[in-house]
């Protein structure tokens, strides 16, 4: 199954970041209460090595597995969209200390609560496409 | 063995991640994890009521492989690899927590405050995790993207839009914590 690649990428991701505090809702209070290095830590060595990464990949030091050049697609450009998205992400970011990813590693620890915040997010997608035609990009 | 059941520190967990990131590049694909709530919608027959939906999810497979293993990721590190529970926070941010009436904060590994079954069943716990949820995945599709796609790969990218998203998620994060979460609380 060829697949099953990804299932392991994603077991490592969630194991990860359970163990580094990352989904825990503290450590995002923390976080935006400037009270610990800890997430800083972890966004910034990512982001500092993810820099050099991307360098290898531009550079065609690093190809995929099957010998093709990596390319990156570019984020959408626009204020609007990126700063008011933004804005709104980090309010429910804050609230529910949970993004995407660390929903999902919560709901393997069997944390009830956590699928109604899958749920409302998966909404709040859908929510968003029904009205993009009226909000500012 | 004593190093993997201990609270990894930042310097183990930063470059994990972009290794995570390496991986999925290398296996020909990205690194973004808010995109399969889209693909949630266009499994859940959304398409019938908003155009956007309308493509075919199954090329969105390997994602919903990778969230799959985040689950089960979740599992094996409660499950086998944290004997203790507690989270080590700043004593200033117990202290603070306190003050808005969370007890023993960092106790445990989420608070009961937002996460028990007592509070989703209460009114007002389950209104915070709707209203939490919708926040999160409305202004990931805005943005087109969230702490993966923009702070993680959109930085290492060094791309401006992702930059103006993360000080977005920024202003927001700490309008909510400093400003909002003491009201609601």
Known sequence: ?137 | MDFILQPWPWYVAGPLITFVMFLLFYFGKKFGVSSNLETFCAIGGAGKLVDFFKFDWRKNTWNLMFILGSVIGGFIAYQYLTPDEAVAINQQTIQDLSDIGFQNAGAQYLPDEIFSNDTMFSAKGLLILILGGILVGFGSRYAGGCTSGHAIVGLSNLEIPSLVSVIGFFIGGLLMTWVLIPLIF
């Open chain 1, 1 to 137: 199954m060829k697949n099953i690649k990804f299932l392991i990428a994603g077991i490592l991701f969630g194991i990860v970041l359970s163990k580094a505090e990352v989904i825990s809702w503290y450590r995002i209070y923390e976080m935006f209460k400037f009270q610990s290095f800890h997430m800083y830590g972890i966004i910034g060595s990512a982001v500092v090595l993810g820099i050099i990464l991307v360098y290898f990949f531009k550079k065609g030091y690093i190809k995929t597995y099957l010998g093709t050049p990596i390319s990156i697609e570019p984020k959408k450009k626009g204020f609007a969209r990126n700063m008011f998205g933004g804005i709104i992400f980090g309010l429910g970011w804050a609230l529910v200390g949970s993004c995407p990813g660390p929903m999902f590693i919560l709901l393997g620890r069997g944390i009830a609560a956590i699928v109604v915040v899958i749920i409302a997010a998966i909404f709040g997608a859908f929510l968003y496409h029904a009205m993009k035609g009226k909000l500012p990009h």
